[in-house]
């Protein structure tokens, strides 16, 4: 048995986390795969219950879980100077070391260019980030007025990791090629430690192919021909700024779901923010959300050798597809006049 967590999140994740659980144990009674479902308090609802947004308790509960589905956090309203009022930091709380972001395209929702297929795989425990990289102070600092300091971290392990992730998920693809970005050329120690991780584990990976593209060259080459790439690795800054121009490649945000790994769990949390202008309205685009349970069903399936929890993963992603392509339950964004509870609804039908 399974055991997936339910965080609602605030503003519109309360309106989109339900039609992700809705499709996604529709997809597990049809695959015969069983699964224990919890719910467990974060953000607003955490602090309401328990004085803080990320709960002790939601964390020492998810503990022995395969994984969870988090709705967005609505942090912009929070009041600021109070510790108890954060941005949840759950992938570095489980060492959760890779955010998986496929950008896909849809014939009939307008996109940049038609046929777009391709994963992101970015490390977010290191790199300039540095909340993901420090325990205790500060990466970055001012020793006077006129200077700012940064610090850049890049480790083999992190590296190492996060290429593996790569080429195993480029194993269960058709061109089964990964591309590692990076600027080794400008940064020889940093970046030059993150190309050397990757090149000794795509050695151990023969049925892939692997290739090197710099990041500024990329960011031009995946706009002008992003059919040369499919399973993209890349490290933490690099990959936030790339991800986001690979949705753009395909119609937005509403259309960017997302996965953060670990060695023993997984977290379905969408890309997009929490949207308080529309919240309540029920007009939110579970899209993201659902796919990004779709995820968690995959890498499951992938990481327990549990071939349930992968044709469950399957089922959802034939449904989405069938109900974007008829275009009848679509939300506004999409094109069409659906509700966010329609398109849900219109998903798990056709599970």
Request: glycine fraction near 10%.
């Amino acid at each position: 048995m399974l055991k997936i967590g339910i965080l609602l999140g605030d503003d519109i994740g309360p309106e989109v986390v339900p039609e992700c659980v809705k499709v996604m144990k529709a997809a597990a009674a049809k695959a015969g795969l069983d699964v224990h479902w919890q719910d467990f308090p974060i953000g607003r609802r955490g602090h309401e219950m328990h004085g803080h947004t990320m709960p002790q308790e939601t964390v020492d509960g998810l503990k022995g879980f395969d994984g969870w589905i988090m709705g967005p956090i609505g942090h912009g309203s929070y009041p600021r100077n109070d510790p108890t009022w954060i941005m949840p930091p759950m992938r570095k709380k489980f060492d959760q070391f890779a955010s998986i972001k496929p950008v896909k395209s849809y014939e009939n929702i307008r996109s940049i260019h038609k046929n777009v297929d391709i994963v992101f795989v970015r490390e977010v425990t290191e790199g300039m980030q540095s909340s993901d990289t420090i325990v205790a102070g500060n990466g970055e600092f001012r020793p006077n007025d006129e200077i700012s300091v940064g610090m850049r971290v890049v480790t083999r392990k992190g590296a190492n990791r996060v290429a593996r992730e790569a080429f195993e998920i480029a194993r269960t693809r058709k061109m089964k090629l990964v591309t590692s970005v990076h600027k080794e050329p400008v940064y020889r120690l940093v970046c030059g430690m993150f190309a050397e991780e990757c090149r000794k584990v795509a050695k151990e990976y023969p049925d892939c192919k692997f290739n090197e593209v710099l990041v500024d060259g990329f960011a031009m080459k995946v706009v002008m021909n992003p059919h040369q790439f499919d399973v993209v690795v890349t490290t933490n800054q690099f990959g936030d700024i790339l991800t986001d121009e690979g949705a753009g490649l395909v119609g937005g945000l509403g259309l960017a779901p997302g996965l953060c790994v670990g060695a023993d769990n997984a977290m379905a949390q969408a890309t997009h923010g929490s949207a308080p202008d529309i919240a309540g309205k029920n007009i939110a685009n579970p899209y993201a959300m659902i796919m990004s349970g779709q995820m968690l069903f995959e890498w499951l399936g992938r990481k327990r050798n549990d071939p349930k929890a992968a044709k469950a993963a399957q089922l959802i992603d034939q449904a989405v597809d069938k109900v974007i392509a008829e275009a009848k339950h679509l939300t506004g964004d999409l094109g069409g006049k659906a509700s966010t509870t329609q398109m849900g609804d219109a998903i798990a039908a056709a599970v």
